[in-house]
């Protein structure tokens, strides 16, 4: 049985796209944002979603090939490479600011898909060479702190009001974008200060790995102004936040209006019902099955090539990328899906959901 893994070297038209922009220096250096938010999407409109699962002969072979663990590793030193491309790129003195702002929008992308996307992955496997990848993935936008909370906070609280990743109907994606970045990061310092206490150890030290994630972030910054001076480093503030933002709106996608029941004093576990799915092919291959979220979350532990589609999972009425550029326009939004969670609820009974 052959090895299915090249499919997934869609993955790489990401960095392709990112260094084409950043090597143009001219209005093209805005071409991986327009790939992402205009070709990405539109070419999804017309793809028909793929609900096949492996069987289980195939899941057994796609388990033990390592070739889908090179594609994601690969993402580790090609999202580095392009950070220094970029900083090299964008401290050309000769640069007009609207080109050094597509430059920047442009490693933005690479920051999302490859610098949070792939860390995501890698941060939920069990062995510590892949979680220090995850970790040097998420240092590249500065958002070192997900590798706490998403584990150990969003997963254990996803799809409640106890969850600040996950979205609640009404809500405006600007006013998600607040409160998720702001309470993610207090969620992982918490985190953090309850597992430091119950092990009877200082939490202002450097046990704390919240402390070390913000000193290592900080050494990052000051290196980056030291050696390329401190226009160049906010550039690359402002590229590490496309890339968190880009974050946020996925995660806002992922379980909007969507809530698990209270059973006593306890949540049930989380099901494939709390978490839209898509089997849009594009962005599935492009975004290492992050798409087939409901599975995510139903077993965490399943590597991406191996998530399953469900039936009974919500499904989104366009792939990811399309789904995001929604989501920056909420009246249309809602619209679309209110309508969705309304079909949801009907069809699973009203009392499936909270």
Known sequence: MRSSAHKYGLVYLIPVVVAASLEARNEWSF?????????LPTIELF???DPRNLDA??????????LYDLVLYSLVPIQWGLLLFFLVQV?????SWVVKL?????????CGVLGINAAHELGHRPTKHEQFMAKALLLSTLYMHFFIEHNRGHHKH??????SASSRRGEWLYAFFLRT?????LSAWKLEEQRLRKKGLPVFSLHNEMVRFQLIQLGLVAAIALVFGPEVMGWFLGAALIGILLLETVNYIEHYGLRRKKKGDLFERPLPIHSWNSDHPLGRLILLELTRHSDHHYLASRKYQVLRHFD???????GYPAMMVLAFFPPLWFRVMHREIDRLKERMGSDALA
Not at 57 to 66: G, I, L, T
Not at 102 to 110: H, N, R, V, Y
């Open 102 to 110: 597509g430059l920047t929008t442009a490693f933005g992308m690479a």
């Open 57 to 66: 002969a195939q899941e057994a072979m796609a388990k033990q090939d390592r």
């Open 312 to 318: 009974e999972s919500p499904q989104l009425p366009a």
């Open 31 to 39: 071409a991986a944002v327009v790939f992402v938010f205009g070709v």
């Open 158 to 163: 996803v799809s409640t009001d106890e969850d």
């Open 91 to 95: 401290s050309a003195a000769e640069l």
């Open 47 to 49: 793809l028909k979603p």
């Open 181 to 185: 970045i702001i309470g993610s990061w």
